[in-house]
Nanobody, 122 residues
Framework: VQLQASGGGLVQPGGSLRLSCAASGSIFSINSMAWYRQAEGRQRELVAFIGSGGGNTNYADSVKGRFTISRNNDRNTVYLQMNSLKPDDTAVYYC????????????????WGQGTQVTVSS
């Protein structure tokens, strides 16, 4: 199973970006999907989480009201819409999914994407 993240880049403060992360490979179902970020010199932190049905979402306090996580189960893709970006949002963003490869729960995998750089600067 592989994750391909895209959508990062350089944006001015107050701008917007939309990250995408598509899962491919041997997938029966995808449970939770999430975005993490890691700024230089800091630990990786959870930014946003979405449950399997899409109705259960959670956000870090620092991004509430500015970021929106969503998913398209037909495309095995998770998105992160980031608005009102701040310099403190600068980091490498990683997607993370829990994949189940067959009907058996024993085939669950936790998979990380390769990361995409987001830089917020004027």
């Amino acid at each position: 199973v592989q994750l391909q993240a895209s959508g990062g880049g350089l944006v001015q403060p107050g701008g917007s970006l939309r990250l995408s992360c598509a899962a491919s490979g041997s997938i029966f179902s995808i449970n939770s999907m999430a975005w993490y970020r890691q700024a230089e010199g800091r630990q990786r932190e959870l930014v946003a989480f979405i449950g399997s049905g899409g109705g259960n979402t959670n956000y870090a306090d620092s991004v509430k009201g500015r970021f929106t996580i969503s998913r398209n189960n037909d495309r095995n893709t998770v998105y992160l819409q980031m608005n009102s970006l701040k310099p403190d949002d600068t980091a490498v963003y990683y997607c993370n999914v829990e994949v189940q490869q067959t009907r058996s729960a024993w085939t669950r995998l936790n998979v990380w994407g390769q990361g995409t750089q987001v830089t917020v600067s004027s």
